[in-house]
């Protein structure tokens, strides 16, 4: 039993640091790093990177014009999450209906099957389904992180490279 409690002293130092560096990443991720890097890009050090708008850059590289368009009335109501959500579930939508005409899945939640579908066809550039991976797995982030952890700022590239990408499929 000397054994078992002498373990835990000793690893409770190592847990609650590891604790604090979580939240901590988690308040870097919500805005700080946003701010000093609207534009997005990534910082590295230690041997961990940090990408912030990462979908954005993909859309800009794959010659997606991503337009900073001014928030339309009814997006002022929304909160910056119900705005990713939102936003998302356009582009999906849209994806949706255009792997169905070529044989994909008839459902939202098939999007890597339905990207899967699209990049063996052909039938868009490889840089524009990177793009949407990119947005699908940004949305997880934020739904798993929760509503409160979006910045606005965020949220607008997001909602912003969102509606670019779904013009693409419309």
């Known amino acids: ?42 910082i590295e050090a230690a041997g961990f990177k940090l990408q912030t708008n990462a979908a954005k850059q993909a859309a800009r590289k794959a010659n997606v ?7 339309a009335e009814s997006d002022k109501d929304l909160s910056p999450y119900e705005q990713v959500m939102d936003a998302w579930r ?26 899967e579908i699209l990049r063996e066809k052909g039938v868009y550039d490889t840089d524009v389904l990177s793009s949407v991976r990119d947005l699908f797995q940004a949305r997880n982030s934020a739904r798993k992180l ?13 909602v912003q490279t969102a509606k670019a990408l779904t013009q693409i499929f419309i």
Do not use: C, Q
Not at 21 to 38: D, F, R, T
Not at 91 to 111: M, P, Q, S, W, Y
């Open 146 to 158: 929760g509503a409160d952890s979006l910045a606005e700022a965020d949220a607008e590239s997001f």
């Open 90 to 115: 356009e582009l999906a939508t849209a994806l949706t209906a255009k792997a169905v005409e070529l044989g994909g899945a008839d459902d939202n939640r098939k999007i890597y099957l339905n990207i």
């Open 1 to 42: 039993m000397d054994t078992i409690t002498a373990l835990v002293g000793h690893l409770a130092w190592p847990l609650t640091a590891l604790l604090l560096g979580i939240m901590v990443l988690k308040e870097l991720k919500g805005g700080l790093i946003s701010a000093l890097m609207p534009n997005g890009g990534s």
């Open 65 to 71: 014009a991503v337009v900073d368009e001014p928030k």
